[in-house]
């Protein structure tokens, strides 16, 4: 069957997610680095790619294709919340775990190399969009979005991380041993921010002045009350339809009318990770930081959060609950991310059968469902009312993997992800 496989430099591969791992959070000199070393590593991506750079070192590399289809746009961040020292390895180690909008990318660019080699000339006009701060603000995305937007871009599709492969998912609503293939059409929206407190703040009305990372404390314990609130979106209600078509008589009848049995579903599933990624909206925080020693009380603390939003809830009224629940003008809040959820693709046309067939000759029998991405993608800002933004990584992940936005990579996961990227930049 080796004939039959795409080229892959399966050592290249991994080499650039051990050089990308020193890459986590967006600065001007590691943007710079992690573009550096996807442009030694491509060279002929690089070469027959025009490219531009645009805000907080993202990049936009074009090539013109043969005008029989509409612009091919693949787009993703590199940046990670979290990113795993990658060992040095060789092409046959051990698997490595890496964030799943870091492989989708590298997989992206060694299909693309592979073809550029084969003397590939794509359908349609090819665009790929790499930004550097997507986890934290998405400024480059969103400068691109604009960019194309001025242009009157109208793409085939855009392809995104953000949907993936399981097989640890609605086990009991489909057939044995299917994968479930998660196509997101739309994906929360989130709020981070952050709450700063002076050396001295009041407490409440009438009472004493309160040490900074007291009052923070409690303002911390408001926030996290109760902190999460489930709801079924439009692109959760279509999953669930789907499901049902494949589900078993008995399990039928819960998930084809979603809106009618929901309440029961929260019932039964709350305590499921599937539960909590597709149907809940949470707000967390994440540090609470009030450097200084006993000795020498803080002059100041601050407590960073966050806040993911099922579809249907406004960014706005989320940030007003926010500043009622904070209970004290003294502290300062400041917002670096306060983004609706994105507006939901089409899951229908040419585009999509395009995606659906690309997954099933990797994945076979898989049950193909739309859903709400539970990751944050670039794909919010290019999304528009019936467009056409999927998001879709080809590698099969665990329950754990899919709640952490990690991803295990072999050989054998590689392949399968170079692969999928040959069929979609052939479309």
């Not at 491509?42 to 013109?64: C, H, I, R, W």
Request: hydrophobic share 40%; with cysteine; aromatic share 8%.
């Amino acid at each position: 069957m080796s004939e039959f496989l795409a080229p892959l430099n399966y050592g290249r591969a991994r080499d650039v997610l051990r050089r990308l791992s020193d890459y986590s959070a967006y600065t001007p000199q590691g943007a710079a680095q992690a573009l550096d070393v996807l442009r030694e590593s491509y060279p002929l991506t690089f070469q027959k790619l025009e490219s531009k750079m645009f805000d907080n070192g993202a990049v936009l590399m074009e090539m013109p294709g043969a005008n029989t289809t509409a612009p091919l746009v693949f787009v993703s961040h590199l940046d990670a919340a979290q990113a795993e020292s990658v060992p040095a390895a060789g092409p046959h180690e051990m698997p490595i775990r890496v964030p799943l909008s870091r492989a989708h990318v590298v997989a992206l660019l060694e299909a693309l190399e592979g073809l550029l080699g084969e003397g590939y000339q794509p359908g349609g006009d090819l665009l790929l969009a790499l930004s550097m701060d997507g986890m934290s603000g998405g400024a480059g995305a969103k400068s691109i979005a604009a960019h194309l937007k001025a242009r009157s871009l109208s793409p085939c599709f855009v392809l995104d991380h953000g949907g993936y492969a399981t097989m640890e998912a609605f086990r009991t609503y489909l057939p044995k041993n299917a994968p479930l293939a998660l196509i997101g059409i739309c994906e929360k929206g989130e709020i981070q921010g952050r709450m700063t407190a002076d050396r001295e703040v009041s407490s409440r009305p009438g009472r004493e002045r309160a040490r900074p990372v007291d009052e923070l404390l409690r303002a911390g314990a408001r926030l996290t009350r109760r902190p999460r609130r489930a709801r079924l979106c439009a692109a959760s209600e279509t999953m669930l339809s789907e499901l049902g078509k494949k589900a078993p008589l008995l399990q039928r009848w819960l998930v084809r009318r979603p809106r009618l049995t929901f309440p029961l579903m929260r019932l039964l599933w709350r305590k499921r990770s599937v539960f909590h990624q597709f149907f809940v909206s949470e707000r967390t925080v994440c540090e609470i930081s009030a450097p200084g020693t006993p000795q020498t009380p803080a002059a100041q603390a601050s407590l960073t959060f966050r806040q993911t939003l099922i579809p249907g809830v406004r960014a706005a009224e989320a940030r007003h609950r926010i500043r009622c629940l904070a209970g004290n003008e003294d502290l300062r809040l400041s917002f670096s991310m306060c983004e609706d959820a994105g507006a939901s693709s089409d899951p229908s046309g040419e585009a999509w059968e395009a995606l659906e067939t690309a997954i099933e000759i990797q994945f076979e029998r898989a049950v193909i469902a739309p859903c709400l991405s539970p990751f944050v993608t670039d794909g919010r800002f290019y999304a528009q009312p019936g467009g056409r933004v999927y998001r879709f990584s080809p590698f099969l992940l665990t329950g754990e993997e899919a709640l952490s936005g990690m991803c295990t990579v072999t050989d054998g996961t590689l392949q399968t992800a170079v692969q999928f990227f040959r069929s979609m930049l052939c479309v």
